[in-house]
């Protein structure tokens, strides 16, 4: 079964900096691309970060040079640290990661953790 849990999060004024795990369990996890979306009120969920099993890492243009997506693949663990936050940050974040079964890509995702940034 695989299971992703997130921890972190929270509320921070402008400015401040949050950080988001993620921990995997189920999947090898060493092979997989783990990715970040959020979700703001009223608008469709998007991709943040993503990071894949060599590490290359990428942004969306919204948190580029203010977010950075890391793994830890001794502890199946990714995160996601965020600096100078801004009101626009405010959504729920989402670890996902997905793998093919028999032709069909399944996504997993994380419970989904708050982030409230206050100007």
């Known amino acids: 079964q695989v299971r992703l849990v997130q921890s972190g999060g929270g509320s921070e004024r402008a400015g401040g900096s949050l950080r988001l795990s993620c921990a995997a369990s189920?999947?090898?996890?060493?092979?997989?691309?783990m990715d970040w979306f959020r979700q703001a009120p009223g608008k469709q969920r998007e991709l943040v970060a993503s990071i894949s099993s060599d590490y290359r890492a990428h942004y969306a243009d919204a948190v580029k040079g203010r977010f950075t997506i890391s793994r830890d693949n001794t502890k199946d663990t990714v995160y996601l640290q965020m600096n100078n936050l801004n009101p626009e940050d405010t959504a729920v974040y989402y670890c996902?990661?997905?793998?093919?079964?028999?032709?069909?890509?399944?996504?997993?995702w994380g419970q989904g953790t708050q982030v409230t940034v206050s100007s």
């Open positions: 189920g999947i090898p996890f060493t092979v997989y691309t």
């Open positions: 996902r990661t997905a793998e093919e079964m028999s032709g069909t890509w399944v996504d997993y």
